[in-house]
């Protein structure tokens, strides 16, 4: 596995050779240049994030899922939304893929290691293993796209987006797992998002701690904002999942 | 505080660079609490050299915690547990009796291991070399009160001037990444108007540097800031950062 | 005086009364003319010729990484050697106070004239005039050189340097930054070496060290170096030498040096003929933490400026053990301040020095050994309050407090003097080049700057000026004569020669197999030197010395166990090479402190002292620097002087009270 992880990573080393690629492109290739591919497509899924939690949101306007129904469909049918949906796709490759090159590059870095070492001491848990957390996150993703993305858009799904939801929020292992991974979100958030600042060079001794408190407030924000859904529609809170199902 | 303890001491032993290298260990008893912890190694190689048997390498030289050539990571830590404290100026009263010491060299693809807990820096010299001064020759100064310099600005230069290049940062960065060291440099002649002229061609020379080097990529855990025997910041490594993203997007080649 | 007389039949001093065979090569005309003179005429070695010229650096220090550099720069192909993993872990890099220049921009009246008299005065008038006036006059140049390095030297608000006054003169004129000057200047010419390493012009071998000169026809042509990582020893050749290793103050064991620093260098020049100036001139600095037991490897220096709101103290009660806290102030003795009314806790370095060891060796001492006088700050923090104290002498109490377990702001400091700086070294010409042509000797390893004494703050002056400054112009007067000379080849039957001798020296060690370790006689010798070659030496004791370093020596030679193999990285043989020329070079200080039997600058001799039992100089005879010729392992040294003419500054008797 990891022997294919480093082909993969050898292949992206070619692309992004120094002397064949266009010298305006060279300061990516750098392990700063890595780290700026991270923090920009970073905070752009950020925003992405953002505006999937307002369409999240609309399920507590308990109208039988109507708004939050329309929302999808206006995210569906807009031609400038599909195209930015590439784009998002295409950020989240890069990410996870620029992520994988740099955990495999910094694993390189230490051949041989520590027989004792007391890391938790000097970091936290969370931003040493960013590379765990992502990872995890990506196959939630690919998950969360299967059974909500794929079976609208690709698998002719004829409930609508609103039912589909409800329906998966009710069973209690797909509800679990999506609020762990909305956990593991906001850990993963609340080190990349400062982290993007640092590495983008927007931090100074002053707004170190600005961008760590916003990050923290961002990732609460996000972490609560979308694991409450699912609470609220398993346990069927304000009439929530009723109110959709109809039942 | 009982004055004196009794320890042991986990220590990595390596012949030399291709040696595979094993841990061995040692029983120190009656180990003063006033000691350093080198002077505690020196009584241990003492005996062992008693004993016939090789003494343990180590690099030490002033043992005032300004040249930077000890190294040990102790029970975990580079530089052991105390914060702004390098190992020649960690003292025994902060072990406790019975404990087991691990200690270890600095681990890292860019510092191999020379002997036991000596380790090659040869690496930060070719950082250093890659821009890490003003080119400047020897009596072309002006006066140097010539060129006035805001002291908030003088003070943050000498904040990041005070490193002693131990690597400290790196063997304690999950990723052996060299940026405090490097960005400590960058950051103190950023900061001075005589580092001006070179500051972006400075920091894209030494950014190749240290990844030729082999050093890992900072992933912003803030573990070297915290072990940094001078305690630099890494608003610094914001800095270099700034001026790397500037100097890339503004240099011309 | 029989003693004296036995003496002098044992070792019958050739002394010299032609000064042939040294040529200090003062430039004429009046002193603030001369080195300007100098400079204009000195001979000059075209850019062309330059590049074909080597010139070995041993050291990186202050003095030897700004050499290394400025040469490069000038056009010479350089090679640069230390024992370190770097450069920049040389010693100069220990350096707290600061960095004298007479710039006067504290307005405050200083002058090249003034630094240059202090400078003399401070070293009690054994320096040599012409290259004090030089180290003044330079002295500013070397700040605009190093603010132009990116050095951040401490500013005021408006953004202008800052002064402050040091080491008891009166003016403000050192400049710093923060208690980390040293590191600061020595990192700002690391990065001039890196840069000239870089491009080339100066090949740097880290983790080298070198074990013995070669001359060729009576020139330094070369080194024989051991790669200390592989044990290989190596051959370099080149038109010149320069040595710039440092101070030898680690003869005495326990000092303020590095572990590494030593004196394996100079001393190998010494016995090719270099002469060596003033060997038991040793600066013992007052303000040190005290020794806490047998392990102690060093001593760790605390800043000098403590003694300006620190009061020091000792019970006036012989073995009083109480605690400080617990002995009522009129049972105190706070012995420098009536002593010294008028200087008080600043009196110098020597005086405070000596003055602790009287205290203690009348049994006041303090701590578990005895050996430690109190130095307190009780009334400094009542009368500016803990906030400043705090502001001024934070990171040393720190430092303190990491060391020692015990807060300073509460109880005592406990402080003793310790071995800092050694004034002695080879002895140089004006160009600083030693009596062997083409050797060149720079910073704390020459004799020449500071006299008997060297006031605070001017060591890095000194380093720094002999690197940027001096030796750039004065090499150029030896070089010019060697364009036509290639580089010697290192197969050369003198490079044959000494590096068999030092294979040889190194499996001697190897093969000694005895039961002691190496530290075991350096201590030794240690207790020794600082026992009867200290603070306060006499004929006696010096005499005892003699006969005891020649036992350490036998010793030595037949009983210390070196283990591991030489093909390898092995510390303990390092440490045995230079400890064996420790005991050499302790020896020849005893006989230096024999001689001069007058009491200078850090020289005591405790015949010769004032009623109220202070240093008294006589410079009727001995106005001299005492430059020791070597003349085999089983002869005298042989003493030549070099009078010292006092031109400008005339000598009067130093006095603190």
């Given at each position: 596995m990891i022997r294919a992880?480093?082909k993969?990573n050898i292949?992206f080393?070619?692309?992004?050779n120094?002397?064949?690629?266009?010298?305006s492109?060279?300061?990516?290739?750098t392990?700063?240049?890595?780290?700026?591919?991270m923090?920009?497509?970073?905070?752009?899924?950020?925003?992405?994030?953002?505006?999937h939690?307002?369409?999240?949101?609309?399920?507590?306007?308990i109208?039988?899922?109507?708004?939050?129904n329309?929302y999808?469909e206006?995210?569906?049918?807009?031609?400038f939304?599909?195209a930015v949906?590439?784009?998002?796709?295409?950020?989240?490759?890069?990410?996870?893929l620029?992520?994988?090159?740099?955990t495999l590059?910094?694993?390189?870095?230490?051949p041989?290691r520590y027989?004792v070492?007391?890391q938790?001491?000097?970091?936290?848990?969370?931003s040493r293993?960013?590379g765990?957390?992502?990872?995890?996150?990506?196959?939630?993703f690919v998950i969360?796209?299967?059974?909500?993305f794929?079976a609208?858009?690709?698998?002719?799904?004829?409930?609508s987006?609103a039912?589909s939801?409800?329906?998966?929020?009710?069973?209690?292992w797909?509800?679990?797992?999506?609020?762990?991974?909305?956990?593991?979100?906001?850990f993963h958030?609340?080190?990349?998002?400062?982290?993007?600042?640092?590495t983008?060079?927007?931090s100074n001794?002053?707004?170190?701690?600005t961008?760590?408190?916003?990050?923290?407030?961002f990732?609460?924000?996000m972490?609560?904002?979308?694991?409450?859904?699912?609470?609220?529609l398993?346990?069927?809170f304000?009439g929530?999942?009723s109110?959709?199902?109809?039942? | 505080?009982?004055?004196t303890?009794?320890?042991?001491?986990?220590?990595w032993?390596?012949?030399?660079t291709s040696?595979?290298?094993r841990?061995?260990?040692?029983?120190?008893p009656?180990?003063?609490t006033h000691?350093?912890?080198?002077?505690m190694?020196d009584?241990?190689?003492?005996?062992?050299v008693?004993?016939g048997k090789?003494p343990?390498?180590?690099?030490?030289d002033?043992?005032?915690?300004?040249?930077g050539?000890c190294?040990?990571?102790i029970?975990g830590?580079?530089?052991?547990?105390?914060?702004?404290?390098t190992t020649?100026?960690l003292h025994?009263r902060h072990?406790?009796?019975?404990?087991?010491?691990?200690?270890?060299?600095w681990?890292?693809?860019?510092?191999?291991?020379?002997?036991?807990?000596?380790?090659d820096?040869?690496?930060?010299?070719?950082i250093?070399q890659?821009?890490?001064?003003?080119?400047?020759n020897?009596g072309?100064a002006?006066?140097?009160?010539?060129?006035?310099i805001?002291?908030?600005?003088?003070?943050?230069?000498?904040?990041?001037a005070?490193?002693?290049?131990?690597?400290a940062?790196?063997a304690?960065?999950k990723?052996a990444?060299?940026?405090l060291f490097?960005s400590a440099?960058v950051?103190?002649?950023?900061?001075l108007?005589?580092?001006e002229p070179?500051?972006?061609v400075?920091?894209?020379k030494?950014?190749e540097?240290?990844?030729e080097a082999?050093f890992?990529?900072?992933?912003n855990?803030?573990?070297?800031?915290?072990?940094?025997?001078k305690?630099i910041?890494?608003?610094?490594?914001a800095?270099?950062?700034?001026?790397?993203?500037?100097?890339?997007?503004?240099s011309e080649? | 005086?029989?003693?004296?007389?036995?003496?002098?039949?044992?070792?019958p001093?050739?002394n010299k009364k032609?000064m042939s065979?040294?040529?200090?090569?003062i430039?004429?005309?009046?002193l603030e003319?001369?080195?300007?003179?100098?400079k204009?005429?000195?001979r000059?070695v075209?850019?062309?010729?330059k590049?074909?010229?080597?010139?070995?650096?041993?050291?990186?220090?202050?003095a030897?990484a700004s050499?290394?550099?400025?040469l490069a720069?000038l056009?010479?192909?350089?090679?640069c050697?230390?024992?370190q993993d770097s450069?920049?872990?040389a010693?100069?890099?220990?350096?707290?106070?600061?960095?004298?220049?007479?710039?006067?921009?504290?307005?405050?009246?200083?002058?090249?004239f003034?630094l240059?008299y202090?400078?003399?005065?401070g070293?009690?008038?054994?320096?040599?005039?012409?290259?004090v006036?030089?180290?003044?006059?330079v002295s500013?140049a070397i700040?605009?050189?190093?603010v132009?390095?990116g050095?951040?030297?401490a500013?005021?608000?408006?953004g202008?340097?800052?002064?402050r006054?040091f080491g008891?003169?009166q003016?403000s004129?050192?400049?710093?930054?923060r208690?980390q000057?040293?590191q600061q200047?020595l990192?700002?010419?690391?990065?001039?070496?890196?840069?000239?390493?870089?491009?080339?012009n100066?090949?740097m071998?880290?983790?080298?060290e070198?074990?013995?000169?070669v001359?060729?026809?009576?020139?330094a042509?070369?080194?024989?170096?051991?790669?200390?990582?592989s044990?290989e020893?190596?051959?370099?050749?080149?038109?010149a030498?320069i040595?710039?290793?440092?101070?030898?103050g680690?003869v005495?064991?326990?000092?303020?040096n590095?572990?590494?620093?030593?004196?394996?260098?100079?001393?190998k020049a010494?016995?090719k003929?270099?002469?060596?100036g003033?060997?038991c001139?040793t600066q013992?600095h007052?303000t040190?933490i005290p020794v806490?037991?047998d392990?102690q490897?060093?001593l760790t220096?605390?800043?000098?400026?403590?003694r300006?709101d620190?009061?020091v103290?000792v019970p006036k009660a012989?073995?009083?053990k109480?605690k400080p806290?617990?002995?009522?102030?009129?049972?105190?003795?706070?012995?420098l301040?009536?002593r010294y009314?008028?200087?008080g806790?600043?009196?110098?370095?020597d005086?405070?020095?000596?003055?602790?060891?009287?205290?203690?060796?009348?049994g006041?001492?303090?701590?578990?050994?005895?050996?430690?006088?109190?130095?307190?700050?009780k009334?400094?923090i009542?009368?500016?309050?803990l906030d400043?104290?705090?502001?001024?002498?934070?990171?040393?109490?720190?430092m303190?407090?990491?060391?020692?377990g015990?807060?300073?702001y509460?109880?005592?400091?406990?402080?003793y003097p310790a071995v800092?700086?050694t004034?002695?070294?080879?002895w140089?010409?004006?160009?600083?080049?030693?009596?062997?042509?083409?050797l060149?000797?720079?910073g704390?390893?020459?004799?020449?700057?500071?006299?008997?004494?060297?006031l605070?703050?001017?060591?890095l002056m000194?380093?720094?000026a002999?690197?940027?400054?001096?030796i750039?112009?004065t090499?150029g007067?030896?070089?010019?004569?060697?364009?036509?000379n290639?580089?010697?080849?290192?197969?050369?039957?003198?490079?044959?020669?000494?590096?068999?001798?030092?294979?040889?020296?190194?499996d001697?060690l190897?093969?000694i197999k005895?039961?002691?370790?190496v530290?075991?006689?350096?201590?030794?010798l240690?207790?020794v030197?600082?026992?009867y070659?200290?603070m306060?030496?006499?004929?006696?004791g010096?005499?005892?010395?003699r006969?005891?370093?020649?036992?350490?020596?036998?010793e030595?030679?037949?009983d210390?166990?070196?283990?591991?193999?030489?093909?390898e990285?092995?510390?303990e043989?390092?440490?045995?090479g230079r400890?064996?020329?420790?005991?050499?070079?302790?020896?020849?200080?005893?006989?230096?402190?024999?001689?001069?039997?007058?009491s200078?600058g850090?020289?005591f001799?405790?015949?010769?002292?004032t009623?109220?039992?202070?240093?008294?100089?006589?410079?009727?005879?001995?106005?001299?620097?005492?430059?020791?010729e070597?003349?085999?392992?089983?002869?005298a040294?042989v003493?030549?002087?070099?009078?010292l003419?006092f031109d400008?500054?005339?000598?009067?008797?130093r006095?603190?009270?």
């Amino acid at each position: 596995m990891i022997r294919a992880f480093s082909k993969l990573n050898i292949t992206f080393a070619c692309v992004f050779n120094q002397e064949k690629m266009i010298t305006s492109l060279k300061m990516f290739y750098t392990s700063v240049g890595r780290k700026l591919i991270m923090a920009l497509t970073g905070l752009f899924l950020c925003v992405f994030l953002l505006e999937h939690l307002y369409g999240n949101l609309q399920l507590y306007k308990i109208d039988g899922g109507k708004a939050f129904n329309e929302y999808t469909e206006f995210m569906t049918g807009n031609m400038f939304i599909r195209a930015v949906e590439f784009i998002l796709f295409a950020g989240i490759l890069v990410h996870a893929l620029d992520g994988l090159m740099l955990t495999l590059a910094n694993r390189k870095a230490r051949p041989v290691r520590y027989a004792v070492s007391r890391q938790s001491q000097n970091s936290t848990w969370f931003s040493r293993n960013m590379g765990l957390t992502g990872s995890i996150l990506f196959v939630f993703f690919v998950i969360h796209l299967r059974e909500f993305f794929f079976a609208h858009r690709f698998g002719g799904a004829t409930e609508s987006m609103a039912a589909s939801v409800a329906n998966a929020f009710t069973t209690a292992w797909y509800a679990s797992l999506y609020i762990v991974a909305m956990i593991i979100l906001g850990f993963h958030l609340n080190h990349g998002f400062q982290s993007a600042f640092q590495t983008l060079g927007l931090s100074n001794h002053k707004y170190i701690k600005t961008w760590k408190c916003a990050g923290t407030v961002f990732a609460l924000i996000m972490m609560i904002g979308f694991a409450s859904v699912p609470v609220m529609l398993y346990f069927d809170f304000m009439g929530m999942s009723s109110n959709i199902l109809g039942k | 505080m009982s004055e004196t303890i009794n320890v042991k001491l986990k220590i990595w032993r390596q012949k030399n660079t291709s040696d595979k290298g094993r841990f061995e260990l040692y029983d120190m008893p009656g180990v003063s609490t006033h000691m350093s912890f080198l002077e505690m190694m020196d009584v241990l190689n003492d005996r062992l050299v008693r004993e016939g048997k090789d003494p343990v390498a180590f690099d030490h030289d002033c043992r005032e915690g300004i040249c930077g050539m000890c190294s040990m990571y102790i029970n975990g830590r580079a530089h052991g547990l105390l914060k702004g404290t390098t190992t020649c100026q960690l003292h025994m009263r902060h072990f406790e009796n019975g404990e087991t010491i691990t200690i270890e060299p600095w681990r890292a693809e860019a510092f191999p291991v020379i002997k036991d807990l000596a380790v090659d820096r040869t690496a930060f010299e070719k950082i250093m070399q890659a821009g890490g001064y003003v080119s400047m020759n020897t009596g072309n100064a002006v006066d140097g009160n010539a060129l006035p310099i805001e002291k908030v600005k003088a003070d943050e230069a000498m904040d990041a001037a005070s490193c002693i290049g131990c690597g400290a940062c790196v063997a304690s960065c999950k990723n052996a990444s060299a940026m405090l060291f490097m960005s400590a440099k960058v950051s103190q002649l950023a900061l001075l108007p005589q580092g001006e002229p070179e500051r972006y061609v400075r920091v894209l020379k030494m950014m190749e540097a240290h990844d030729e080097a082999g050093f890992g990529s900072c992933t912003n855990t803030g573990a070297c800031e915290s072990e940094c025997p001078k305690e630099i910041s890494i608003a610094h490594i914001a800095r270099f950062n700034r001026d790397y993203l500037t100097a890339s997007v503004v240099s011309e080649k | 005086m029989e003693c004296t007389s036995q003496f002098l039949r044992q070792h019958p001093y050739k002394n010299k009364k032609n000064m042939s065979k040294l040529n200090s090569r003062i430039p004429d005309g009046p002193l603030e003319a001369k080195w300007t003179k100098y400079k204009s005429t000195v001979r000059l070695v075209n850019p062309a010729n330059k590049r074909r010229i080597e010139v070995i650096v041993v050291g990186s220090g202050l003095a030897g990484a700004s050499a290394a550099a400025s040469l490069a720069e000038l056009g010479y192909s350089v090679k640069c050697f230390c024992f370190q993993d770097s450069p920049r872990r040389a010693h100069s890099i220990a350096a707290q106070g600061g960095i004298n220049a007479a710039k006067n921009y504290s307005n405050d009246g200083d002058s090249v004239f003034r630094l240059f008299y202090d400078t003399v005065k401070g070293g009690d008038y054994r320096a040599r005039e012409a290259n004090v006036y030089r180290l003044a006059e330079v002295s500013n140049a070397i700040i605009d050189q190093c603010v132009a390095q990116g050095v951040p030297f401490a500013r005021e608000y408006g953004g202008l340097l800052d002064n402050r006054s040091f080491g008891g003169v009166q003016v403000s004129r050192t400049f710093y930054a923060r208690g980390q000057t040293g590191q600061q200047l020595l990192l700002g010419a690391y990065s001039s070496l890196s840069r000239q390493i870089a491009k080339g012009n100066c090949q740097m071998y880290n983790r080298h060290e070198m074990l013995e000169l070669v001359t060729i026809d009576g020139k330094a042509r070369g080194i024989i170096s051991r790669d200390l990582v592989s044990g290989e020893i190596q051959r370099h050749s080149a038109h010149a030498v320069i040595l710039a290793t440092g101070g030898y103050g680690n003869v005495f064991f326990l000092s303020t040096n590095a572990m590494g620093s030593n004196a394996t260098a100079i001393w190998k020049a010494y016995k090719k003929g270099a002469f060596f100036g003033n060997p038991c001139f040793t600066q013992i600095h007052p303000t040190c933490i005290p020794v806490s037991g047998d392990y102690q490897s060093k001593l760790t220096l605390m800043s000098e400026s403590l003694r300006n709101d620190g009061r020091v103290w000792v019970p006036k009660a012989v073995g009083d053990k109480r605690k400080p806290e617990d002995i009522p102030e009129e049972e105190r003795d706070y012995y420098l301040e009536r002593r010294y009314p008028s200087f008080g806790n600043l009196v110098p370095r020597d005086v405070a020095s000596r003055a602790a060891k009287q205290v203690c060796d009348e049994g006041k001492g303090v701590g578990p050994s005895g050996l430690a006088v109190f130095l307190e700050f009780k009334d400094s923090i009542k009368r500016l309050g803990l906030d400043v104290i705090k502001e001024r002498y934070g990171n040393l109490f720190e430092m303190y407090e990491k060391i020692t377990g015990e807060d300073p702001y509460h109880t005592p400091m406990r402080i003793y003097p310790a071995v800092h700086y050694t004034m002695g070294g080879l002895w140089v010409d004006y160009n600083l080049m030693t009596t062997v042509p083409g050797l060149y000797a720079l910073g704390e390893c020459n004799f020449s700057d500071h006299g008997a004494n060297r006031l605070g703050a001017s060591a890095l002056m000194q380093g720094l000026a002999d690197g940027y400054f001096v030796i750039p112009y004065t090499i150029g007067d030896f070089l010019a004569d060697e364009i036509r000379n290639p580089v010697p080849p290192t197969t050369h039957a003198e490079f044959d020669k000494a590096e068999k001798e030092v294979k040889d020296k190194i499996d001697r060690l190897m093969n000694i197999k005895g039961k002691q370790t190496v530290d075991d006689l350096h201590k030794k010798l240690g207790k020794v030197m600082w026992e009867y070659c200290g603070m306060g030496r006499n004929e006696p004791g010096l005499l005892k010395a003699r006969t005891l370093i020649k036992e350490i020596k036998e010793e030595f030679w037949k009983d210390i166990r070196i283990p591991g193999s030489k093909d390898e990285f092995n510390t303990e043989l390092e440490k045995a090479g230079r400890v064996a020329d420790f005991i050499e070079l302790g020896a020849l200080m005893v006989e230096d402190a024999l001689l001069r039997k007058e009491s200078c600058g850090g020289h005591f001799r405790e015949e010769s002292q004032t009623e109220e039992g202070e240093a008294k100089r006589d410079d009727v005879n001995f106005s001299f620097v005492a430059a020791w010729e070597y003349a085999g392992d089983n002869s005298a040294p042989v003493l030549n002087k070099e009078e010292l003419k006092f031109d400008v500054v005339h000598p009067t008797q130093r006095s603190y009270k």
